[in-house]
């Protein structure tokens, strides 16, 4: 948790840097900071869930849970966001396919022979689920935010800073409310600064490709990289292990991000 709050304040920190950078400061309008600050606390909530999926059922799920929450923002900016090309709902039914295949308990578990000997839990599939909605709901809001509560790419930094300020807030909160043992960690600090300038370069640069691509284009093309990625990563550097079935409700993953293209 420590960790996680440093990478906030960075985040904070660089945004506004960039947003003094840029010259003349547009101010956000109040909607726009009640819209930051709503996305705040689901930065820093879905980050806390994705670290507890991450435990639980690895990396490589957790992470793909995350990315093929692409339908969500698709599906829902199409809803509510005028100008949004209507998604390929065949496809979204087999993004929907894909994650009963991925999520699907093992033998063993249903057995109660799973990790530790214990029953196949619900935790096993809400974690991941769980980190689906809120990185859905999350990249959904960033494009509704961007094209109806702000004046273009001039407020991009300032929109990423202000959401990081909240999800700073939030982290640092949540973690003296929940940890006894608050001794300042070096590591903490330099892997929080590390992470903090990815994590904001990733939602500025996304912000600014929204600027000029639409959602249903974007998004697939950032998910089904991040997949790629993080599977591989998870695999050489984890040691990490799909089952077949896991393995074909991937490859069925990307096959339906990918028709969202066709």
Not at 68 to 87: K, M, N, R, S
Not at 122 to 145: I, M, S
Not at 147 to 162: F, K, R, V, Y
Request: proline share 3%; glycine share 10%.
């Amino acid at each position: 948790m420590q960790a996680i709050g440093f990478n906030y304040i960075t985040a904070t920190l660089l945004g506004l840097v960039l947003n003094v950078g840029a010259g003349e400061v547009v101010p956000l309008s109040g909607a726009a900071w009640l819209a930051a600050m709503a996305m705040g606390v689901m930065f820093m909530s879905a980050f806390v869930l994705m670290a507890r999926s991450t435990e639980r059922t690895g990396i490589s799920l957790t992470t793909i849970a995350a990315r093929v929450a692409l339908i969500i923002p698709v599906v829902c900016g199409y809803l509510f966001i005028p100008g949004q090309p209507e998604p390929r709902w065949g496809a979204v039914a087999i993004i929907v396919g894909a994650l009963l295949l991925l999520f699907w308990p093992s033998a063993d578990e249903r057995k109660g022979n799973g990790s530790g000997g214990e029953k196949f839990g619900a935790l096993n599939v809400l974690y991941p689920l769980g980190v689906f909605v809120l990185f859905g709901a999350n990249n959904f809001c960033v494009d509704w935010t961007r094209s109806t509560l702000t004046s273009g790419p001039e407020q991009t930094a300032l929109l990423s800073a202000t959401i990081f300020f909240f999800a700073a807030l939030c982290s640092w909160v949540y973690y003296f409310a929940t940890t006894k043992s608050r001794r300042f960690d070096w590591r903490s600090l330099m892997g929080g600064v590390a992470l903090g300038t990815a994590n904001f370069f990733t939602t500025y640069c996304m912000i600014l490709a929204l600027n000029k691509l639409s959602g249903s284009l974007f998004f697939p093309v950032y998910h089904v990289s991040a997949v790629s990625v993080v599977v591989l990563v998870g695999a050489l550097a984890f040691g990490e292990r799909m089952r077949k079935v896991q393995w074909l409700g991937l490859a069925v993953a990307i096959v339906g991000i990918v028709l969202f293209f066709v």
